[in-house]
């Protein structure tokens, strides 16, 4: 290979080189921009300025959000305080829904609802589990003030554990980021700060279940242990790497991963 056959087909990803022939990588960012006077989730609500009582005081930023949030917030939504921290913003759950569409995904960290109740708006089969039974409860009733909880299959359980019996088109997988104290670091590592499973034995765990894999991360995460992760499969799955904006802010990242061999489906057995 010369010179210039060797510049075509590589690329820089953070501080490596990676062959294309070896990793086949769809470095493509997306923002996702919904200015607020186009989208508007206070539209129509008053927009309270005190919080109540019976919230923690760590909460008042997020409750200043509550309708970016939930947009019916008002109608019942509960969450308890690590869901106030955790839960996807409406608009993105809502845009990686349309995204993930397919016939069965599973929700691994579903927290109280957001993506879950997105999901089954665009996917047949929604199959949403938490380890915690609170957080599946407020789950189920958040999914009900959208009514769609008959289109969700709310398991109590530890993901992981699970993964041998469970088959499904995609995998999503929105683990515990740390709560708010990620943004304190420059990079955040997959392999030290994700809890409570490291980036690399969540991807293996999902690979099992999905040709698909989705990522929902924070914004500063450590862009070359994703490629890391694609590079580990056998053969290495495609990447797509996308910035998620919301109202002009860069929010998180999302990291799809596909499988490049097709396979057969499979039941799932939960």
């Known amino acids: ?25 769809i470095r493509c960012f997306y923002d996702i921009k919904r200015d607020i006077s186009t989208w508007n ?25 509550r309708y970016i949030l939930f947009s019916r917030f008002d109608d019942g939504i509960r969450m308890d305080e690590e869901g106030w921290f955790s839960v996807t913003p409406e608009v993105i759950a809502h845009y990686q829904a349309e995204r993930c569409a397919c016939g069965t995904i599973i929700d691994c960290f579903t927290g109280v609802g957001g993506n879950s109740i997105q999901f089954a708006q665009w996917c047949s089969n929604v199959i949403a589990i938490d380890i915690d039974p609170l957080k599946i409860d407020y789950a189920r ?7 769609v ?11 992981f554990l699970l993964a041998p019996r469970l088959k499904a088109d995609t995998v999503f997988l929105s683990p515990p980021w740390g709560g ?5 670091v420059k990079t955040y590592d997959m392999k030290t700060m994700l809890r409570p499973y490291d980036g690399q034995t969540l991807f293996n765990a999902a690979k099992k279940i999905a040709p698909r894999i989705v990522m ?9 242990q994703l490629a890391e992760l694609a ?4 053969p290495p799955w495609s990447l ?14 999302t990291a799809y991963f596909t499988d490049p061999v097709p396979r057969q489906r499979q039941r799932c057995l939960t």
């Open 216 to 224: 929902f991360l924070p914004k500063n995460v450590n862009l070359d």
């Open 141 to 147: 009733h958040n999914a009900a003030i959208y009514r």
């Open 149 to 159: 909880e008959n289109r969700i299959e709310f398991i109590v359980g530890d993901s």
């Open 180 to 184: 708010p104290e990620y943004n304190k």
């Open 240 to 253: 797509e790497v996308e910035k998620v904006y919301l109202n002009g802010r860069l929010k998180a990242i």
């Open 231 to 234: 590079l580990s499969a056998r």
């Open 1 to 25: 290979m010369n010179a210039e056959e060797s510049k075509n087909n590589c690329f820089k990803l953070g501080g490596s080189v990676v062959l294309k022939d070896t990793f086949n990588v």
């Open 41 to 65: 989730p206070l539209q129509g609500k008053e927009l309270a300025i005190e919080m109540p009582k019976e919230y923690p005081a760590t909460i008042k930023k997020y409750w200043q959000q």
